[in-house]
């Protein structure tokens, strides 16, 4: 995988001190740097230059996140008011927009500001999370950085995962996870995370990564990355999402799951996620003008409830039974739960009357650390 190396870097005043800039600036000594007073500059600069989503990566804005950062993970909640079965997860969003190029990915369709952004007032964030889980001692939380972005794909630029990791290291109820497609781990391996931090990759056959997922870490790359945190003592979690299906989905997921749990023992794989392929509508114009040699089914999307685009019904439950069978079978211990699904679904892959609510499953989830 190739490092993401800004062509420029704008610095927004306010983050001139903060570890995280310095980080930045220090391993681009050859970048250019343009100081700005705040960040709603780019927003205009944007418009007057409308760059293409591509070119616009080329620019790396570093800048003060002004708000809360801490928030619960949007998810569940859908534009038609119905509600996903869902996780009681929360996020933090330290950075948005992601170098890389994944068809399917939704932040084409999702961000207002085209450029690399990075927030770089990490001290704001700690403090924030410090105050949360120090004020609700008996509620538990599990928390990703990989909604808005990937989670280490710029690490060796920012190094923002060394504060986090050590940051919840002190803490008994409360989780990080790492959700990633890059092999970027390095910064992870000699920290002291007591088994607070998850390492996660969003995983996919290699055919799949070699046509939809660009400029990503290999399935290869991906899963050395997964050995080395294993090694480390990180517990690692797989997120098989987006499920893709084409005609070979069988035989090639069925070997993606054998040789994940061939390599990396099932012990250190306390859950995984299953979610078939969704999307708004109007991406799929997006992939279809930005990747015209995706193999993508679009034509296989159907309108959904909750307004996203989606596999027909039985195929969804097809594909997550089985994954949940070859799972099971690789790994007896390693919970299993589905991502972005509605009830029906959920109860015919899991056999269930009735799925867990979103602070039984989170909870249960935590304890397995
Ligand atoms: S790695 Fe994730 S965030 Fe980056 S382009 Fe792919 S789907 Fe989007």
Redesign the pocket.
Known sequence: MQPYKPEKVFVERAVAESVITRNVLGNLPMAQVEWIDEAGQMVDKSRRWNPSIARAKQSLVLARHPGRFFKPCPAGTTKTGRRNVCCNYFVVNFASN?H???S????QAYLNLPYMVVHANVEDLLDELGQVFSSNPRSHYRVGT?EL??SL?LDSLTGYSRPLVEFFAGFTNAALEFK??SNCVENLLQLDHRGRTVVSW?INPPTVVQAE?HK?ASFEQRLAAAEKCSAAGYPIVFHFDPLIHYPEWEKDYRSLVEEIFQRIPPRSVPWVSLGALRMPPRLKALVRERFPRSGLPLGELLPTEDGKLRYFKPIRVEMLSKMRAWITAASPQTRIYSCMENTDVWQKVFQSQQPPSEVELGDSLLQLL
Not at 104 to 107: A, G, P
């Open positions: 992601c890389m190029e994944c399917y990915c939704y932040l990989g972005a990937d794909a990633t497609k969003s997922e990503t």
